[in-house]
């Protein structure tokens, strides 16, 4: 199944089930959080949840994902309440090709070792996916923000003024709300493009953390129950009427070096990621991007990211901020 949230100009919330060309509303869920929360009181699945809230109000699909309806596209997941309480974060060097880029990003002219990136992703492919019950590897990891971060199909990504650059990171993002006891439930998955700061990890590696605090998108669809074997999926950017570039791209457990399962394990074995009621929107990683081909994004470009079997593609054009970044003085108390 797949559904989409909807906010309305008039400040309205709702959640529909795609049913192609359609969107079927629901009659009382104004969230998809709220239908997880449902689900897991009511002891049953998130699409029998779906299932008795299915109204009979449709909208065209085609109108709200074109922008031209009242109705607008929201990040398919998110804490509806409080913003602070979804944590957006990611995994890396989860795809063969991903770790070829950021070897190279990161090589010497004279190397005379494995660099550091690649050592990770060979810890991967060596202990990254144990048998059913036992704990993997673990794999490198890293923070984007809270729900503040999250944007939606057709919103842009903003390059502020204190960044190098901007791009996309073509992938597929786990959702997950904590029940009440604090144990993590897997509401889903949806497209993601991670977008980061790829100029600013290339000066050096220990830039990852800030080049990762950047915007992101999600959606437009959230899938409850993928096949996540073998995802082929395709990423392009056009500029004006023309592609620019374009790759095809593979993610799922087969292509990757770590399974689900422990990529999970690794994320929510801290006790801080496992607090009632929090919402966690998780990235599995990037199999190829522009930025590896030499392609620099400019303002206006439109990124595209789609995946077989995950609904219609993230489309989302790329904003560069223009003014010199200003300081910011923190006065005291």
């Known amino acids: ?17 795609v049913e192609e ?46 922008g031209d309806s009242d109705w607008k596209l929201m990040p398919c997941f998110d804490h509806p309440q409080e913003q602070a309480r979804c944590f957006v974060s990611g995994t890396g060097l989860t795809h063969q090709a991903s770790a070829a880029n950021r070897n190279a990003m990161h090589e010497s002219d004279t190397p005379v070792k494995m660099t ?22 673990q794999p490198e990891w890293f923070y984007k923000g809270t729900g503040a971060a999250l944007s939606s199909h057709g919103t842009p990504l903003e390059v502020p003024d204190f960044a190098d650059d901007g791009g996309e990171e073509p992938e ?10 604090g144990t993590p439930r897997r509401v889903g998955m949806c497209i993601g493009n991670e977008f980061s700061d790829h100029v600013m990890e290339k000066k050096n590696y220990l830039y990852l953390a800030p080049c990762k605090l950047r915007m992101c998108a999600i959606g437009p669809e959230l899938v409850t129950a993928p096949e996540f074997a ?19 791209v ?21 006790p801080g990621h496992r607090q009632p009621g929090d919402v966690h929107v998780h990235f599995f990683g990037a199999d190829a991007f522009s930025f590896g081909d030499g392609v620099a994004l400019e303002d206006g470009d439109i990124m595209e990211v789609a995946w077989n079997g995950f ?3 993230l489309r989302n054009p790329i904003r560069i901020a223009t003014e010199p970044p200003k300081m910011l003085n923190i006065e005291p108390l």
Not at 116 to 122: E, G, I, N, P, T
Not at 231 to 237: E, T
């Open 1 to 17: 199944m797949r559904l989409v949230q909807l906010q309305h100009t008039d400040g309205r919330r709702a959640v529909a089930i």
């Open 116 to 137: 550091d990136s690649m050592q990770v992703f060979q810890w991967g492919i060596e202990g990254g996916k144990p048998a059913p019950g036992n704990i993997g590897v």
């Open 172 to 181: 597929i993002a786990g959702l997950y709300v904590n029940d009440d006891s």
């Open 250 to 270: 593979m993610s799922g457990e087969e292509n990757m070096c770590h399974s689900i399962a422990n990529l999970e394990y690794h994320h929510f074995k801290y």
């Open 21 to 66: 060309p359609s969107l079927r509303c629901l009659r009382s869920a104004p969230a998809t959080y709220d239908l997880a929360r449902r689900a897991i009181a009511a002891g049953q699945s998130l699409d029998d949840a779906v299932g008795a809230d299915a109204g009979d109000d449709c909208l065209e699909y085609d109108a709200v994902y074109s």
């Open 311 to 313: 609904g219609r593609p």
């Open 230 to 248: 073998n995802v082929a999926g395709h990423v392009s950017v056009e500029r004006g009427d023309t592609t620019i570039w374009g790759r095809d």
